[in-house]
């Protein structure tokens, strides 16, 4: 889901406070973070990789490299983001690789210490990975076409014409198809949201 009543400042990248590096990663929106990142893992690294550990490692990672983003907007943003979280994820993979040869080769634990372990605020985190959830949820329970269409123009931040180029479909039928999955997405979501919530009360 797009972030709503987030506006986005590229300048607040260009700084050094903890708060405006906040409000740069919640206009990304991290719950749609997470599930990009899911996506790109496929099915054979699912199981193996948490798509949330890969998203802290890329802020780190991002936080390294703000002065380097010169998008204008929360699409390019997250372009941004999604392309260090994949080179996170190969040096992940990488990693992995590295760590089986050095426990098949006998060496010491220590060979395989990966450093501190970065922590966030586990209110904010589960609060994201909660939010993650119930859009995962709810777009596993849209037909396929739809949910297909929502997809690209929500987490990928394709237009209508772009999803209709590469659907190979007119851009009209893309555009009703849109209409209906995000009434139907956000009508689901927000459900599921309050009966969520009214069961935590």
């Given at each position: 889901?797009?972030?709503?009543?987030?506006?986005?400042r590229s300048?607040?990248?260009k700084?050094d406070?903890?708060g405006?590096?906040?409000?740069?990663i919640r206009?990304?929106?991290?719950?749609?973070?997470?599930?990009?990142i899911?996506?790109?893992l496929?099915?054979?690294l699912r199981?193996?990789?948490?798509?949330?550990?890969?998203?802290?490692?890329?802020?780190?990672?991002?936080w390294?490299a703000?002065e380097t983003?010169a998008g204008?907007?929360?699409p390019?943003?997250r372009?941004?983001?999604t392309?260090?979280a994949?080179?996170?994820l190969?040096?992940r993979?990488?990693?992995?690789?590295?760590d089986l040869?050095?426990l098949?080769?006998?060496?010491p634990?220590?060979?395989?210490?990966?450093?501190?372990?970065?922590?966030?605020?586990?209110?904010?985190?589960?609060a994201?990975?909660a939010e993650a959830a119930?859009m995962?949820?709810v777009?596993n329970?849209m037909?396929?076409?739809?949910?297909?269409?929502?997809?690209l123009?929500e987490f990928?931040?394709l237009e209508?014409?772009q999803?209709a180029?590469?659907?190979?479909l007119p851009?009209?039928?893309i555009?009703?198809?849109?209409?209906?999955?995000?009434?139907?997405?956000r009508?689901?979501?927000r459900?599921?949201k309050?009966?969520?919530?009214?069961?935590?009360?």
């Open positions: 889901m797009k972030p709503s009543n987030t506006p986005f300048d607040l990248l700084s406070d903890p405006a590096w906040d409000d740069v206009a990304a929106h991290a719950p749609t973070m997470m599930l990009l899911e996506a790109r496929g099915s054979r199981g193996r990789v948490n798509s949330e550990n890969v998203w802290h490692k890329s802020l780190l990672a991002a390294r703000r983003f204008p907007d929360v390019a943003l372009r941004w983001l392309g260090i994949e080179e996170c190969k040096k993979i990488r990693r992995s690789a590295a040869r050095v098949k080769d006998g060496r634990e220590e060979a395989i210490y990966a450093g501190p372990v970065e922590t966030t605020d586990p209110a904010t985190v589960a994201d990975r119930a995962r949820t777009l329970g037909p396929p076409e739809l949910r297909y269409t929502v997809w123009h990928e931040n209508p014409q999803i180029d590469r659907l190979e851009v009209l039928a555009q009703t198809q849109l209409r209906r999955g995000l009434i139907t997405y009508h689901k979501l459900t599921l309050n009966r969520s919530a009214v069961s935590q009360s």
